[in-house]
């Protein structure tokens, strides 16, 4: 018996078969949007080599997370699993670098159990924060700096600081205030870094590293993209932020004063606008710091 030739096939058909399958597609990708890739995690896992670090930090680990969006589509239990996946970096430093709360205003979760979660987060040389947008608007700003206090970071607006081992040996980590809806000081907090030390900057929006060029910065660490949340396939997103747009995600390099600037954009770990993410996984990045001559 003959099988049926496709190609011989009413125009009505292969229209309907082709919109069918292209239903069924969507209906596919937009499951594995919302349901699926939000909830994964990756950790990434990157090496810093510098010249400037002294002796004593040669593979102390720093974690980064960013962009938690607590809120309808994160809760405070998903934040206790993800302090549980920081801890099992066996961080000596951790970094967050904005973007606590979704929507503080409209915000129904309870400001001490988040302080409690992070406060389980085990960094021997100290915990560090810094406001994001969504830190510094809707009504946030008033309660933010106290959350991570309590929670046992260090919260750096336009300041630096030092941290420093039994050795004596020292880097500095520097913090800026939110550039959206802060009021960053560059030449305040990065004007007076030693050039001859390893300096870490934490600020929210990532292109903003164009204006630092003058700075003696050896490595920023930033998020507020959330490496485009939804792309398609060839590395296009779909959505992008001001501030975010130039420097996407993962790690770049950008000439700096008498040194590279090494710049890694976090993912994130929440989402905002739409609970969606396509190609852009959640993610803890783990950065193991490397001594070089």
């Known amino acids: 018996m003959n099988k049926p030739n496709p190609s011989k096939r009413p125009w009505g058909t292969r229209i309907i078969l082709l919109i069918g399958s292209l239903l069924i597609l969507f209906c596919g990708a937009f499951t594995y949007a919302r349901f699926i890739e939000p909830n994964m995690l990756s950790i990434t896992n990157h090496v810093i080599k510098s010249s400037n670090l002294p002796e004593s930090f040669h593979h102390k680990k720093i974690v980064q997370i960013s962009d938690i969006h607590l809120g309808d589509h994160y809760s405070t239990s998903q934040l206790n699993k993800l302090v549980q996946q920081i801890n099992a970096q066996k961080p000596d430093i951790v970094v967050f670098t904005g973007d606590l709360i979704d929507n503080y205003h409209e915000y129904s979760g309870n400001n001490d159990a988040i302080s409690s979660a992070l406060k389980n987060i085990n960094a021997p040389l100290g915990k560090f924060a810094i406001y994001g947008n969504h830190d510094r608007g809707g009504g946030a700003s008033r309660h933010y700096g106290k959350i991570m206090e309590n929670g046992g970071f260090t919260v750096l607006v336009n300041e630096s600081q030092e941290i420093r081992l039994p050795s004596k040996e020292k880097i500095t980590i520097s913090g800026l205030d939110?550039?959206?809806?802060?009021?960053?000081?560059?030449?305040?907090?990065?004007?007076?870094?030693?050039?001859?030390?390893?300096?870490?900057?934490?600020?929210?929006e990532p292109d903003v590293v164009d204006r630092l060029q003058g700075y003696p910065i050896d490595l920023q660490l930033s998020g507020h993209s959330h490496g485009g949340q939804v792309k398609l396939p060839g590395d296009i997103a779909l959505v992008t932020v001001p501030l975010a747009r130039k420097?996407?995600?993962?790690?770049?390099?950008?000439?700096?004063?008498?040194?590279?600037?090494?710049?890694?954009?976090?993912?994130?770990?929440?989402?905002t606008r739409e609970p969606l993410r396509m190609f852009s996984t959640p993610e803890i990045s783990v950065f193991t710091l490397e001594k070089i001559s």
């Not at 009021?183 to 004007?191: A, Q, R, S, V």
């Not at 420097?247 to 090494?262: F, H, W």
């Open 178 to 204: 939110d550039f959206l809806l802060g009021n960053p000081k560059i030449k305040g907090t990065l004007g007076n870094l030693d050039e001859k030390l390893f300096n870490l900057l934490i600020v929210h």
């Open 247 to 271: 420097y996407l995600e993962g790690m770049y390099s950008v000439p700096g004063k008498g040194r590279m600037i090494q710049l890694y954009v976090n993912r994130g770990i929440g989402t």
